[in-house]
């Protein structure tokens, strides 16, 4: 994993701004909430959240994933599979400074070796791997199918993801949605109409990126600017994230906002209309779940 001599992994120094940001939101976040909340906590730069890892995944969304992984396996998140992280009982206890998260790291990075042994390949390091597969071992944000689906998105050509992004709004209740990506035309990909009912109707122009790194705010201006006096709405889409700022860019008062789809939410989407995806249900039982119950 990261190195642990010194003060620890990098990592380590999220863990205690992860479980406050939680607090701070009720308990509970999207995944999204939580970085936003501990990026501006922390004051974490633009250029730090837009760094990428040797892997084109954002480093601080990373550590911030390995922060969560190591947080649920010592009980102070749960490990719900629905892309919300919350507080345990436990969590809601507990407050940790860098101490306390340096001991808490080293007491589930002890229990965790042999596991971790077991996922390195030969001539991998560590380092290689906690850069390359956080999310796919937290599990919980990233399940097989999302990281399979997500691979297969990034690797469509750039005509190819436009036409997908069209399919998707469709199945989305879009209408009339015409792909343009005509080059010189502000980075819009297209349009279409959503209908409120029958009175009331928006038109909407898209953006699709395929990106791997985070969206900043410079994209949502020079979108915002290239939607002006062209549609009612905007909407980009990435099969990345997006930075603090970039988020309340879309938002910014005085301003027409803009819709922000971001990889974990593009993902939701193909889950819940089973667009590329042949569902399959299976259950285990959390006994845990039921010991409030037993008592």
Same mark, same amino acid.
Do not use: Y
């Given at each position: 994993m990261a190195k642990?001599? =010194?003060?620890?992994?990098?990592f380590v120094r999220y863990f205690g701004p992860v479980v406050e940001a939680l607090k701070e939101l009720g308990g509970s976040g999207s995944p999204d909430e939580v970085r936003a909340v501990v990026a501006s906590r922390l004051a974490i730069s633009e250029q730090e959240q837009s760094e990428q890892l040797s892997s084109g995944s954002s480093r601080f969304d990373n550590q911030v994933a390995w922060a969560r992984f190591y947080l649920t396996r010592a009980g102070l998140l749960d490990s719900s599979r629905r892309g919300i992280w919350s507080l345990t009982e436990k969590g809601r206890a507990t407050t940790l400074s860098h101490t306390a998260a340096l001991q808490l790291f080293k007491e589930v990075h002890q229990a965790f070796s042999v596991e971790?042994?077991?996922?390195?390949?030969?001539?991998?390091?560590?380092?290689?791997l906690e850069e390359s597969s956080a999310e796919a071992v937290v599990g919980a944000q990233a399940p097989d199918h999302r990281e399979q689906l997500l691979t297969i998105l990034k690797g469509l050509p750039a005509a190819g993801f436009e036409r997908l992004c069209q399919r998707l709004l469709r199945e989305s209740g879009f209408?009339?949605?015409?792909?343009?990506g005509?080059?010189?035309?502000?980075g819009l990909d297209g349009n279409g109409v959503v209908e409120v009912n029958p009175f009331v109707s928006f038109r909407v122009l898209f953006?699709?990126?395929r990106y791997s790194g985070a969206v900043a705010p410079a994209h949502v201006r020079d979108f915002?600017?290239?939607?002006? =006096?062209?549609a009612d709405k905007g909407i980009i889409l990435t099969t990345g994230t997006f930075t603090a700022e970039a988020r309340r860019e879309a938002v910014r008062d005085g301003v027409p906002p803009i819709e922000l789809v971001d990889g974990e939410k593009f993902l939701d989407m193909f889950e819940k209309l089973e667009l =590329?995806?042949?569902?399959?249900?299976? !259950?285990?039982?959390?006994?845990? !779940? !039921?010991?409030? !119950?037993?008592?």
């Open positions: 642990t001599h =010194g003060k620890g992994p990098r971790w042994r077991a996922r390195l390949k030969p001539g991998e390091s560590s380092e290689t209408q009339n949605v015409t792909v343009t005509r080059s010189g035309d502000g953006q699709c990126k915002r600017g290239a939607m002006a =006096g062209r =590329g995806l042949k569902p399959r249900v299976a !259950f285990e039982i959390d006994d845990g !779940f !039921f010991d409030a !119950f037993r008592k």
